[in-house]
């Protein structure tokens, strides 16, 4: 990949987020800067291919079958783009996640890898926690999601370049703060945010008109959707993320996937991008 030549805006861009870029390469810098200003412009097509181009090394988008990862497969599985794309099954999936899972199989005639939990400290956790003990205290929720799906992720991303993710801004208070690009320091990889600036209505405008395969729980309340028992439907008015995690007081529900967020440049320009 050649050097890229950093505009005045990309310039700025990466002296007004030095803090945030503490331990990146300058390779790294440049092209998060690059991505980061030019991303905005482009449709959801477009963006996955500049990805591609820009982020030397492999590359990995994570998904969990939801509206917003069936957008970013499509974009990447109908033009073939060299992303691999895996996802995270805990064990407790709804049954409607694995028919969209082999639904998306099917239409797309691809493999979606799955990573597990490690056996040993799923039987560990059990045995501690009981079948339910998640419930009893945010401590003990996170403990599990670590063992489902945290030290799983880890795996995904070993030796991995760039990370692809479903995340929107308007998801939550703690999200509103993302932006296209970033630097995870702990994995020492490039993050990318392609739906930063959409909405759902964006989101389900594009999977109606490409014809993607969705979630059947979309359709019966569940705007988000996460491990069977602790998922459950919004009500009226709810919040995006309500359902996840219900019995929780805290407001910051995160499962520890996405737990370094970074407040980078958030121009999230719209620009009528949608393709």
Same mark, same amino acid.
């Given at each position: 990949?050649?050097?890229?030549?950093?505009?005045?805006?990309?310039?700025?861009?990466?002296?007004?987020?030095?803090?945030?870029?503490?331990?990146?390469?300058?390779?790294?810098?440049?092209?998060?800067?690059?991505?980061?200003?030019?991303?905005?412009?482009?449709?959801?097509?477009?963006?996955?291919?500049?990805?591609?181009?820009?982020?030397?090394?492999?590359?990995?988008?994570?998904?969990?079958?939801?509206?917003? %990862?069936? @957008?970013?497969?499509? /974009?990447?599985? &109908?033009? !073939?783009?060299?992303?691999?794309?895996? #996802?995270?099954?805990?064990? *407790?999936?709804?049954?409607?996640?694995?028919?969209?899972?082999?639904?998306?199989?099917?239409?797309?005639?691809?493999?979606?890898?799955?990573?597990?939990? %490690?056996? @040993?400290?799923?039987? /560990?956790?059990? &045995?501690? !926690?009981?079948?339910?003990?998640?419930? #009893?205290?945010?401590?003990? *929720?996170?403990?599990?999601?670590?063992?489902?799906?945290?030290?799983?992720?880890?795996?995904?991303?070993?030796?991995?370049?760039?990370?692809?993710?479903?995340?929107? @801004?308007?998801?939550?208070?703690?999200?509103?703060?993302?932006?296209?690009?970033?630097?995870?320091?702990?994995?020492?990889?490039?993050?990318?945010?392609?739906?930063?600036?959409?909405?759902?209505?964006?989101?389900?405008?594009?999977?109606?008109?490409?014809?993607?395969?969705?979630?059947?729980?979309?359709?019966?309340?569940?705007?988000?959707?996460?491990?069977?028992?602790?998922?459950?439907?919004?009500?009226?008015?709810?919040?995006?993320?309500?359902?996840?995690?219900?019995?929780?007081?805290?407001?910051?529900?995160?499962?520890?996937?996405?737990?370094?967020?970074?407040?980078?440049?958030?121009?999230?320009?719209?620009?009528?991008?949608?393709?």
């Amino acid at each position: 990949m050649g050097e890229l030549l950093l505009t005045d805006t990309q310039e700025q861009y990466r002296r007004d987020n030095a803090s945030l870029l503490s331990g990146a390469t300058p390779s790294s810098v440049e092209i998060l800067a690059h991505l980061e200003t030019s991303l905005f412009r482009l449709s959801l097509f477009e963006r996955l291919a500049a990805v591609r181009a820009q982020i030397p090394g492999r590359i990995v988008f994570t998904t969990s079958f939801s509206l917003e %990862d069936q @957008a970013i497969g499509h /974009a990447i599985f &109908s033009q !073939q783009l060299p992303i691999d794309v895996v #996802t995270l099954d805990t064990g *407790r999936l709804f049954a409607e996640t694995h028919q969209v899972w082999a639904e998306t199989e099917k239409h797309y005639q691809v493999r979606v890898r799955a990573f597990f939990p %490690d056996t @040993a400290d799923l039987e /560990a956790l059990v &045995s501690r !926690q009981g079948d339910s003990g998640f419930r #009893t205290s945010v401590v003990a *929720r996170r403990a599990c999601c670590y063992v489902r799906k945290v030290a799983p992720l880890d795996r995904a991303l070993a030796k991995v370049s760039g990370w692809i993710t479903g995340l929107r @801004a308007d998801q939550s208070g703690e999200r509103a703060r993302l932006s296209f690009a970033s630097f995870e320091a702990e994995r020492r990889l490039l993050k990318v945010n392609p739906l930063i600036d959409w909405t759902r209505d964006d989101v389900a405008e594009f999977v109606r008109a490409h014809d993607v395969p969705i979630n059947s729980l979309h359709n019966r309340g569940f705007p988000s959707i996460g491990c069977a028992p602790c998922t459950r439907p919004v009500r009226p008015g709810e919040p995006e993320r309500a359902g996840r995690w219900w019995w929780e007081q805290d407001e910051k529900k995160e499962c520890g996937l996405h737990a370094a967020l970074h407040q980078g440049s958030v121009n999230h320009n719209r620009a009528d991008a949608m393709p």
